[in-house]
């Protein structure tokens, strides 16, 4: 495989990415303030290549020539219920405009209530909410099935091109847990008073490790879409390569800060058994 075409792996984090990008995207749509049916026209268009870059990489997968273990068997099915359910998410967008396009047509000042002008809005809000809730967890279990299925093609000795471009890159455990959350989509950067905050899902990960990624040339940043002041963390090319070829190492199992190994059990000593007197 030629060094500028991405390994499968690869290309399911450039998915998880692309993913990311089109939930930050369509976090910030209002139906309010949505005028038409063509301001959703980008993003339906943009979650259907999505579905059809997801089925892309399902087909890759199956046509791998590797040994159909648990988890390759795995890793397709979810690919597949990825495809649906982001086929379904574009479906609600497209109601969405629909509603719109209807409310804006009809007379606002309607004697039915339930089809007034304010709740078709509504209506069409609740189109656009399930179609983020589709797509939510995309980013994540993108990331997470290319970290399974690298480490399986290294398992069953299949090409690991990434292997040797990451070779030398060293992670620390703060470092890859960091890499996998904004493989994941979770992490973003914010600034509070002159100074840098990384957050992610579960808590705010340290300034520092940002930044010690950033000078590895593993990560970027990106305003984030209708988020003044907020950025979003993606991976380049030699992170996304740097995340696969971690993901054939053990991990190393972090100790909670305050805590101490423990203690082994004392070894047990033998006593023998005195004969009972009656």
Not at 171 to 187: C, D, E, K
Request: charged share 20%; proline share 8%; aromatic share 4%.
């Amino acid at each position: 495989m030629p060094d500028d075409i991405p390994s499968l792996p690869e290309r399911l984090l450039i998915l998880a990415d692309a993913f990311t990008r089109h939930n930050d995207a369509l976090a910030g749509l209002y139906p309010i303030r949505t005028t038409s049916s063509a301001v959703l026209h980008p993003h339906v268009l943009a979650v259907q290549t999505l579905a059809r870059s997801t089925l892309t990489a399902f087909d890759s997968v199956k046509s791998q020539p590797l040994y159909r273990s648990a988890d390759v068997c795995d890793t397709q099915v979810r690919l597949r219920q990825l495809a649906f359910l982001t086929t379904a998410a574009a479906d609600h967008l497209i109601d969405a405009g629909d509603i719109i396009d209807a409310a804006r047509a009809e007379n606002p000042d309607s004697d039915d209530p339930y089809h007034s002008y304010l709740h078709a809005l509504m209506d069409a809000g609740a189109q656009i909410q399930m179609a983020r809730d589709l797509t939510a967890l995309a980013p994540e279990t993108a990331a997470l099935l290319a970290e399974t299925l690298a480490a399986e093609l290294h398992r069953q000795g299949r090409e690991t091109p990434w292997l040797t471009a990451a070779q030398h890159t060293f992670l620390s455990p703060a470092q890859h847990g960091a890499l996998r959350a904004i493989a994941q989509g979770q992490v973003t950067v914010s600034e509070t008073a002159g100074k840098q905050y990384a957050s992610s899902r579960d808590g705010r990960l340290p300034i520092t490790t940002i930044r010690a990624l950033e000078s590895k040339d593993l990560l970027k940043r990106q305003d984030r879409p209708n988020s003044p002041g907020e950025q979003r963390l993606h991976l380049t090319a030699a992170g996304r390569q740097t995340l696969a070829a971690a993901a054939t190492q053990p991990r190393p199992q972090p100790t909670a800060l305050g805590t101490r190994p423990a203690p082994k059990p004392a070894r047990a000593t033998a006593i023998a058994a005195r004969p009972s007197r009656h």
